[in-house]
C-alpha cells in the first residue's frame, strides 16, 4: 500500500531531508562514538583519552567517566534517530512510506514534513511509542 497523496515530487523532497539528517546524525555518531567491532549494526560510545599523569587525579577521572556516561546516553538517541531514518529511506525503497504503521491509514503531509522519519499518524503517535 502506498500513500495516495505523495506526489514524486514530494516524495524526493522528503528522502533528500531524511539524507542529510542520516549525514549529520552520523557525524555526531562519529565524534562521540564508534561503530561496535562486534556488531556493526551498534554504535557504542567512545571513552575520552587521558593523558600520562592525570589518570592519578580523581577529579579529572570523574569528569572522564561522567562525560563518556553523557556521551552514552546521547549516543542511544542518536543510534535511535539513525535507526528511524534508515527505516524510513526502507520504507520509501519498499513503496510503503507515509502509511501509519497502527491503522493502516495514510499519514498526513504535515505530519510528514514535520518529522519525515514518522510512522504512525497523529491519532495513533502515542500508541506506538
Known amino acids: 500500500m502506498t500513500h495516495p497523496d ?4 514530494v516524495l524526493q523532497e522528503l528522502r533528500t531531508r531524511l539524507e542529510g539528517e ?9 565524534h562521540i562514538g564508534r ?3 562486534e556488531n ?14 592525570e589518570e592519578a587525579d580523581r577529579n579529572i577521572a570523574a569528569d572522564r567517566i561522567e562525560g563518556f556516561e553523557e556521551n552514552t546516553a546521547i549516543l542511544k538517541e542518536l543510534e535511535t534517530r539513525l535507526n528511524g531514518i534508515n527505516d524510513a529511506l526502507t520504507r520509501m ?17 504535515a505530519r ?8 504512525t499518524c497523529v491519532k495513533h503517535m ?4
Not at 542520516?22 to 562519529?30: T, W
Not at 502515542?126 to 511509542?129: A, D, Q
Request: glycine share 8%; net charge negative; hydrophobic share 35%.
Open 112 to 119: 510528514l514534513r514535520a518529522n519525515p522519519a514518522a510512522t
Open 40 to 53: 556493526p549494526s551498534d554504535w557504542e560510545a567512545t571513552p575520552q583519552h587521558i593523558n600520562a599523569g
Open 22 to 30: 542520516r549525514a549529520l546524525v552520523l557525524s555526531e555518531l562519529g
Open 93 to 109: 525503497d519498499s513503496g510503503i512510506y507515509g502509511i501509519c504503521d497502527v491503522g493502516h491509514e495514510p499519514i498526513k503531509l
Open 35 to 37: 561503530v561496535n567491532p
Open 6 to 9: 505523495l506526489p514524486a515530487e
Open 126 to 129: 502515542t500508541e506506538k511509542e
